[in-house]
């Protein structure tokens, strides 16, 4: 898998509903934005891996769909399995579980942004996961944390500001925020 296009084909292959490919555009418009902000503070995350990530994230709710307008996580285990069945390189494959589960795990900056672009895309701030973000590009770049922070924060907040948009579109196709 080498571009955010295989991925998508990849989910509609394996019979994603027209919402979660919905959801996964309205996800990737946000994680551009964040992107774009990193970028202009010095950061170049893998974006190649993060673009994957942010379309499988959800993988796992094809096999769970009442998870595409309810809580859960069953999704999360079922969607990496799911991937791995399907020849997804365990690094994208993990981004199933890692971009819910971060606390818990052992994650990359990638899989972090990811857990966050899935937060910020309908306007909701995390300020634990906004934290872990900063301090793993905090040490990463060897810069101030405070000083990153405020960057950062300005940042995360415009890309949550367009939320209410963006989660009108996802209403639009006939479910709810995922």
């Known amino acids: 898998m080498n571009s955010r296009a295989d991925a998508i084909a990849m989910l509609e292959r394996l019979g994603a509903p027209d919402h979660l490919l919905q959801h996964v555009s309205l ?3 946000a994680l551009e934005e964040l992107l774009a902000g990193l970028s202009e503070l010095g950061i170049s995350p893998d974006v190649e891996t993060v673009c994957i990530g ?4 959800h993988a ?3 096999l769970y769909p009442n998870e595409l307008v309810g809580p859960g ?4 285990a079922a969607g990496e399995a799911l991937l791995l069945r399907h020849g997804v390189a365990p690094h994208l494959a993990r981004i ?7 606390r ?3 994650v990359s900056l990638e899989e972090l942004l ?3 672009a899935d937060r910020l895309w309908k306007g909701k701030r995390a300020t634990d996961l906004e934290e872990r ?8 770049l060897g810069r101030d944390r405070w000083e990153l922070y405020i960057q950062a924060d300005d940042l995360f907040e415009r890309v949550a500001s367009r939320g209410v948009e963006r989660l009108a579109r996802s209403m639009s196709v006939g479910g709810s925020a995922s």
Do not use: N, P, Y
């Open 27 to 29: 996800v990737g418009e």
């Open 54 to 57: 942010v379309v499988l994230h």
């Open 60 to 62: 796992g709710k094809i």
């Open 73 to 76: 996580s069953e999704h999360e």
């Open 96 to 102: 199933c579980r890692s971009h819910a589960q971060w």
């Open 104 to 106: 818990d795990m052992d």
């Open 114 to 116: 990811v857990g966050l």
């Open 133 to 140: 973000v900063v301090d793993v590009l905090s040490r990463k």
